[in-house]
Structure formats: structure tokens, C-alpha cells
């Protein structure tokens, strides 16, 4: 009996020193498999900023097989991504108000629908693998043309220049014009 409650005391001991160091690495979001990052441009008087989670491609097919066609994505990893602009933009000719949004997509072979969404803050995805993004909340829907990358990109990747922004992942690039 003596020797079970030793033993019980050096495991609750080991697991006080083990448990916060746990705690507080879950809290360390740079540590995670799909980092985050930050996209910052100006567009006009307009800045524009995207923070996303930057998965990498391992390896794995992921267009059409672990980012299928034809369903919402989150456009990005872990959180739904988020598009924010201080002033009105215009995004493909159509006007997005200054606001934040959770930025997601509808990849296709051929063409792909980018959806800014006014729901923010929530868990990209649900538990049964569904996205998060609430078609009710859609501000904006609009439709891009997906090109072959100019090199391959292990990690996803936003770039914004003079003409908008793009994910650029694997062998694609997904421009979307903003003025």
C-alpha cells in the first residue's frame, strides 16, 4: 500500500511539472503543423491584410484530393482564414464594404468562387469535417480563374501586388483582382 502511494504521488508530481509545459505549447500557435502568417498590402488608400494558417503540401496530392472541387474550403489551415480591409474595395469589379471577413473558396479544375463571409473568429471547420462558412452570411461571392504556378510552393502561401492578392500552394496560383 505504502509503495502504490509513492508511486501515486511521483506520477502526480512528474505530471505537474509535464501538464503546463503542454498547456502552454497548445497556446504557441507558431508551433503547430500549419503555422500562421499575415499578408499586408495597400490597395489605393486601402490596406488589406490576410491572416491565415500556412499548411504544407507533404508530399500529399492537393488539389482535387485533400482540398476536393467542388466544396467550400477555409483557404487555409486550423481557423477559418481572415480578409480584412480598412476602406471599400472593389474585389473582381464587385464592391466589398471596409470590414472583416473569414475568407474561403470553391476550388475547381477550371474556376474557382472566392466567398468573404461576416462570420469571423471560428474554427475553420466543424467536427464532421464540413467548413464553417454560413451561405446566410455571404457578402461577397466571385468567381477567378486558377493558372499554373510559376514554381512549386511546399507551403500555402497569400501574395498581395498592385494587381490583388493570390493563393499560391503546390503547382497553382489563384489571382483575384483588387482596386
Known amino acids: 500500500m505504502k509503495n502504490s502511494t509513492i508511486r501515486y504521488c511521483r506520477i502526480l508530481a512528474i505530471a505537474a511539472f509535464i501538464l503546463p509545459s503542454v498547456v502552454f505549447a497548445q497556446g504557441d500557435k507558431s508551433k503547430r503543423a500549419s503555422p500562421p502568417a499575415t499578408a499586408t498590402g495597400k490597395f489605393g488608400e486601402a490596406t488589406v491584410t490576410i ?18 472541387y467542388g466544396q467550400v474550403w477555409r483557404a487555409g489551415a486550423n481557423e477559418a482564414t481572415v480578409f480584412s480591409t480598412d476602406k471599400d474595395i472593389k474585389v473582381e469589379g464587385k464592391s466589398l464594404p471596409a470590414g472583416k471577413y473569414s475568407l474561403y473558396a470553391i476550388p475547381g479544375e477550371k474556376e474557382w ?57 503546390e503547382n497553382l496560383e489563384v489571382p483575384v483582382s483588387v482596386k
Open 51 to 68: 491572416n491565415y494558417s500556412s499548411p504544407s503540401v507533404k508530399e500529399r496530392k492537393i488539389w482535387g484530393d485533400l482540398v476536393p
Open 113 to 169: 468562387t472566392i466567398i468573404f463571409n461576416s462570420q469571423t473568429g471560428q474554427w475553420g471547420i466543424k467536427m464532421s469535417g464540413e467548413t464553417t462558412e454560413d451561405p446566410a452570411k455571404d457578402v461577397l461571392r466571385v468567381t477567378v480563374i486558377p493558372q499554373k504556378a510559376k514554381s512549386f510552393t511546399e507551403h500555402l502561401t497569400y501574395a498581395i501586388d498592385k494587381n490583388g492578392f493570390a493563393l499560391v500552394w
